[in-house]
């Protein structure tokens, strides 16, 4: 009934979804293709309609007031919803469409998902995929927002959230690697003591880099770094500079362990591996992900296991 009675304009809350989301009037006009005096009136008549400031203006963008943050994420949640229905009405039974939206770390998206999707579109022309590389604070957000349909992270993502199923999709080992200097001094030493050379190690907050540390200490070592590195990529470069020894996924440093760039170093204990997995809300995937997410299951069996 509210809806009826209320004074509703879907274009109001559009303008004011376009400003907030570019941070700018001007640029909100070149999104939505209006003029700027005409984007102007819809949002001041919207925080007229609601009696609040929405935006704090200032030379160059603009920014949402408190009041303004509150209504985003409502009319944001709103326009997801919008767009889901969109997509669940509009699939066809024979033919699957639409867009799968995957929230992933860059450095595991490179080994995931190339051939998974490749796969996928040789059967499912018309299906599309939007992969954004996210830390898991931002996946939960986003699949909170219904920005996202799936997050394949490190696991855990979440954890006693009954909204959300999380599946454990593979565990993969990890290694240290170094050059052939650092190699060649490991080697040479006899008591091989990994904490007395430079190391350049994960961002602390994930699972495995904790059990790593627990590790170390219940061997009576002290795991500590002068380089926190949360990309994989840059801590390779790093070691290739010279600085020490890394810590991280094997898969990533297989062709430079065998072309001779890196040595792995060899271990008296077991490295610890790293859980992935995939979290989602089921209720609002349509027959396109959810016919993606079988495949997937299947794709990981066969490629991970």
Known sequence: MGIYTSNFDFNKYRAFYAVAECKSFSKATELLHVSQPAISRSVKELEEQLDTQLFIRGSKSVKLTENGEKLMGYVQNAFNNILMAERSITESDKELTGEIRIGIYSHIAVLMLPKLIKEFNLIYRKVKFDVITVSTPEAKVCLKNKELDFAILQYPIFINDPNYKEE?????????FTTKKYYDLYMKNSSRNLVEYPLILPARGYNDITSLEELFKRKNMILTTSLRIYEIQVRKELVKQGLGIGWGLKKCVEKELEDGTFYEIPLDFMNPTTK?????NEKVLDKTTLRFLEYLRDYFEREFH
């Open 168 to 176: 454990i999709l593979c565990k993969m080992d990890n290694c240290f």
């Open 276 to 280: 992935f997995s995939i979290a989602y």
